[in-house]
Every structure is written in C-alpha cells, then in structure tokens.
C-alpha cells in the first residue's frame, strides 16, 4: 500500500519555529510537495523537493531524504496567518497525481 | 483565487439523484485532477486528464463516477444515484506538464452534502 505519515496537530507560539515531519511509503516516487490549507479554504502550494536538501523559500523551508522516506517543513518567525492544516503529498508516477498525508493541524497562539 | 473555477460552490441533494460539477482550470494547463476531501483528511485522488484524455482513475472510484474534458479545457464530474458517503469536497486542480516541479493549482472546491 501507499502511505504517509504526519503528526495530527502541533502548537506554537508566535515568532517561533515549528517542523512538521513526514514519512512516506510509496510503490513510485517523483518528489514531495507541501501544501497549505486555511479553513474552507482549497489547498495552495508551498514547495516541493525532488532531490535530497533543503529548499527554502521566504520563512519556509522543505526538506527531503529519499533513502530514509522522509521529509520535513519548517516554518520559522511564525505568524498567526500561519495557523492552518500542512499537507505533505507524494508524487509516484508520471501522471503527477499526487497522494496526500492525512494533514497536519498548526496553531499558532499569541 | 488560483485561477482554477468551480461551479458550484454548494451542492444539496437526495439520495439517488444524480449532480454533475464543473471546473475550469487555468487556460493553459494540460494537466487536470479531480480529488475529493472529507473532514479531517487529506485530498484523495480521483482521476486525471491530459488535455482531452483520461488516463488514469482511482480504483476507489465506483462506476456511478463519471467524468470529462471534452476539448481538453473545462471538466466535469458526475455523480449519478448519489449515496450519503459521497457527501465530501471536491477539488478540481490543474498544472502544467514538462515544468520544474509539480506545483498544482486548485479549485475553491464544490461541497457536495447528499441527504
């Protein structure tokens, strides 16, 4: 089976920084992407790493090592703007359909 | 708003009758994917387009599923005889191939609620 694993809920305070970890089990992989989703809100895009490293932009940085599944995305100087669900997603195939952790649900506290 | 419509925002329906959603993605994207989302879970993947073709379909996807991109441009999906466990969202989003990355673009979502 395909799956991936992310912790349920994480809370921070503001200006710190959080690291949301995921692992993944896929028969197929391309890359990993992160996507962030506000109440009722559609998921939007926030990186995606193909090849092992860091990528940053701005506040977020997305890491990825293939040999050990995994990946992480860290936020830092938190703002409560940032208080959202993360999702991390694989690609497996060339369709790029991607195949969605059960999410991350961040709070951010004053 | 990420340029990807979907029409309609809303749906409430009875269970067995049939709904049929759209999407329009950004113009020149040749990729289109349906997913849907329920509470508390990540976007699960239906199917998948390039341009006109369907190329790929869920095994989760039941025959009652159907969908289309007649001109490789706007897409819709049909539910026929709806049941309750079809009531979820769904997330129409497209991207373009043969580009760096995979970032996909996505539809404020129809949130369908089958009675």
């Known amino acids: 089976g395909q799956s991936l694993e992310q912790p349920s809920e994480v809370t921070a305070v503001e200006g710190a920084i959080v690291q949301i970890n995921c692992t993944y089990q896929t028969s197929g992989f391309y890359g990993l992407s992160w996507y962030q989703q506000h109440d009722g809100g559609a998921p939007t895009f926030l990186s995606y790493?193909?090849?092992?490293g860091l990528e940053e932009t701005g506040r977020f940085s997305s890491f990825l090592s293939r040999s050990d599944s995994y990946g992480y995305l860290l936020l830092q100087e938190l703002q409560m703007k940032d208080s959202a669900s993360y999702f991390c997603?694989?690609?497996?195939?060339?369709?790029?359909?991607?195949?969605f952790g059960q999410g991350t649900t961040l709070q951010v506290k004053p | 708003d990420t340029g990807v419509s979907q029409d309609p925002r809303h749906k409430i329906t009875k269970r067995g009758q049939n709904v049929t959603f759209r999407c329009d993605p950004i113009?020149?994207?040749?990729?289109l994917y349906w997913y849907r989302q329920t509470l508390g879970q990540g976007p699960e993947f239906l199917t998948y387009f390039q341009n006109e073709a369907q190329l790929e379909k869920s095994r989760l996807l039941s025959d009652r599923f159907s969908a289309e991109r007649p001109k490789g441009s706007f897409s819709t999906l049909e539910i026929q005889r709806t049941e309750q466990g079809d009531s979820a969202m769904y997330l129409c989003a497209s991207s373009r191939s043969n580009v760096q990355g995979n970032e996909q673009f996505f539809g404020p979502g129809t949130r369908l609620t089958v009675l």
């Open positions: 997603a694989v690609d497996g195939s060339n369709t790029g359909k991607l195949i």
């Open positions: 790493n193909a090849l092992d």
């Open positions: 113009s020149e994207h040749n990729r």
